[in-house]
């Protein structure tokens, strides 16, 4: 889930990146909403990451010695799966 939606958080950024530019230079009514709508669609993403981002980190901090069936290799990769999510609320903020 997460890493699938890192080009759909990658569009969103560059879109509000040149609507922005695109206000300043010339601001129009339907770029203010367009961007409002984006900026909508980025906080229904950010209560939808939020929530794994907690549970990822917890079982990265709590894993091995909580949970005896995570392995090494699930750390790892749980690990990585935090830095996505973490990336994914940073663009959201922004």
């Not at 091995?64 to 290799?73: E, G, L, M, V």
């Not at 990769?77 to 663009?91: A, E, G, P, Q, S």
Request: hydrophobic fraction near 40%; proline fraction near 3%.
């Amino acid at each position: 889930m997460v890493d699938q939606s890192l080009p759909v958080v990658d569009y969103y950024s560059q879109e509000v990146a040149a609507m922005e530019l695109a206000v300043l230079e010339k601001p129009k009514t339907q770029m203010t909403k367009d961007l409002h709508l984006i900026q909508g669609e980025l906080l229904l993403l950010q209560r939808i990451v939020s929530p794994m981002q907690v549970m990822v980190a917890h079982l990265s901090e709590k894993g091995r010695d909580t949970y005896n069936f995570i392995s090494d290799h699930t750390r790892l990769y749980n690990r990585d799966v935090l830095v996505d999510c973490d990336y994914h609320l940073y663009i959201a903020k922004v």
